[in-house]
């Protein structure tokens, strides 16, 4: 039987969005729920509920499967492992996928991280319609990565690939939430902005709309950027500087038709994008000098991870 | 008809290297000719009357195809481009594959570049042949690399994939004969060891067999440290340092289940190894901490490269 339906579920430090999705890549049905629970168990139940009484009216039997994009999930495992933001996962492994299944009557359940999810959603529904090379890279809180190469989404030995915010920016540089030094998102995610506007402030007298603020987030530098403010435009040059830096290196490992920009941090693109492809121009190797688009995501930001990752269930 | 053989053909920048292979991969007949020609024309005529007189035995119709290994040899376009090191390719693009396929009657002719060459004969027949995923590192006079992701070699959108040897070990570092600074293989490469040698040199007090020595090689250093000389030992040290610090970028791109190290400098293995593997460890994201293995190949290092090529054709 051809089942025409397919959910899609993005988990999250704070929420879970889940939607019906449609082959045609239509939401039809859209739920958030909160994932801020202390039990695995607690948030599946309440996941797998939510899911039968979102089908209700088409039938759980016209669904084709489940996909999930989460945090440190693995597509070959179907475990969620060790997901810092998740309060019911840290320090722990849990068998995402096959206890969903359980609970859904045996329904076909694929994980993999958000950043894969929406490099999937890309390639279904967005900027990489057409390609079959290219490099999704999350800008959120953390830099996350989904690698695409002839079409399939690099999954590597152990299911983990991609995970290119934790390569080495400056050596020896700023301290990362995994225990290294220096990694790529300690200076282009949302965090990191705001830790270049505190070292920048620190040494710069010169007038900012961002001089005095108790605490800074890279929305304050975004509306500081926005009125005119020099040092708040200063800060945008030098993350995508470093981001240009990186995407330097990772070109000559796939040759990537395009690198797409997704999540949060695109909304200052105006700030960076000159500086992140001059810089990446600059530092790459001459076979790729100008050859690789740098685009921002074509998928509705609300949307994208549902469609990604329902995507999976395909 | 069930064809039995194919020809191997490694091409380098004083001699090709031509092999007529079994299914089996044993190399029936040997050739080497020289690569000194000015024109293209002339040395594809050669290797054509090679292959010919090489296959006369055999008969060219049980000859199944052509694989060719060549410095910037592209698998999409079957063409040689711009290879610096070919006196005949410099600054040029030889439709090499479609004009040897004429000259042997059609024959199929598939060329990819000496790394990724070497990458399909160690899956083949060398250390990763239970390997879907692996990354080949060849240390010769340069660096190159051959990645395979899931059983594939990665070519990329433009056939020029896995150029790791110009991904930028140290920011503003030795220049490269690319153009960019810092590359990978102005430290990790033969002539990047002599480089290291000269530099440790300057500054060095140190009594040392290479003192005063009017050219020194990567060669000269390992005799040294053969001999347990304190300096050359050092130059191996960080030589794996520095590579191990790159191979911890790697990591997080394809997940490999090893890096494999082949070609000239592996002699030295003992000298760098555990620098390397340490730094590696060191600098990589906990996620691979201790789980990478790094191996030399174990394809008989002349063979190789014949065998790789090879490999392309059945």
Known sequence: ?????????????????????????????????????????????????????????????????????????????????????????????????????????????????????????????????????FIEITLGTGVGSGIVVDGKLVYGHDGFAGELGHTCAVRGGRECGCGQKGCLETYCSATGVARTALEMLSKSKVPSLLHGMQEITSKDVFDAAEKGDKLAKDIFEYTGKIMGEKFADFIPFSAPEAIILFGGLTHAKDYFMKQLVDSMNENVVFLWKGKVKVLVSALNESDAAILGASALAW
């Open 1 to 133: 039987m051809r089942k025409d339906y397919v959910v899609g579920v993005d988990i999250g430090g704070q929420t879970a969005k889940i939607g019906i999705v449609s082959r045609g890549g239509n939401i039809l049905v859209r739920k958030v729920i909160s994932t801020k629970y202390n039990e695995a168990d607690e948030f599946i139940d309440l996941l797998c509920v939510s899911i039968r009484g979102m089908a209700a009216d088409i039938g759980l039997e016209n669904i084709n499967g489940v996909g999930v994009g989460a945090p440190d999930g693995n597509y070959y495992t179907g475990d969620i492992v060790e997901a810092t933001n998740l309060m019911w996962a840290k320090g722990k492994t849990i068998h995402f996928a096959n206890e969903v299944s359980k609970m859904l009557g045996g329904m076909p359940v694929t994980i993999t991280n958000d950043a894969n999810a929406a490099a999937i959603g890309e390639m279904k529904y967005g900027a990489a319609k057409k390609m079959k090379n």
